[in-house]
């Protein structure tokens, strides 16, 4: 018998099509995204970012000591190809989903504190046919605002390349 896995972003809306996603708004520049509340481990201050390696791209922001862990810190909207964010105020710490044993946590620049939501899906308007960058898996409009549901598996699979 042949078993399926399937990825975060898979459970995650076919979670919300049943129940309730405990989910953040987490701010970047632009719009938020909505992760779900069981990637984001802890949200903590920017001012102890180190930085980069020598010849690192410019996605890569450097590292923050967390929890006695070098964690690297990635820029999400210069992943997606928008750009450097126009500040780093604060560095979600995120579990690692793809590969766990090799990258167990990563950081994401944000800019302010993420707010709770609970989301069904019924809440979330498809933005169908809407232009996502390379990490966003879909563009969505939550309570009139809009946001996009990032794409962790490729996110992970850039900082392990």
Known sequence: MAITQLTLNQTTLLG???????????????????????TVAEVV?????QPPPEGAPDWHRGFVV????????VAFETLN???????????????GI???????YYGLVVQG?????????????????????PMEFLKVRYQGELAAIPDLDAIEAKLLA
């Open 16 to 38: 919300a099509t049943t129940g309730t996603i405990a989910c953040l708004l987490t701010p970047v520049t632009g719009r938020p995204l909505l992760l779900p509340n069981v």
């Open 45 to 49: 201050s920017a001012t102890d970012l």
């Open 66 to 73: 967390w929890r006695e862990m070098q964690v690297p810190v």
């Open 81 to 95: 190809g928008e750009g450097m964010p126009r500040e780093c105020e604060r560095i979600a710490i995120l579990s």
């Open 98 to 104: 793809s590969a766990q044993r090799d990258l167990p």
């Open 113 to 133: 504190m993420p707010s709770s939501a609970k989301v069904k899906i019924a809440q979330l308007e498809d933005l169908e046919g809407a232009p996502t960058g």
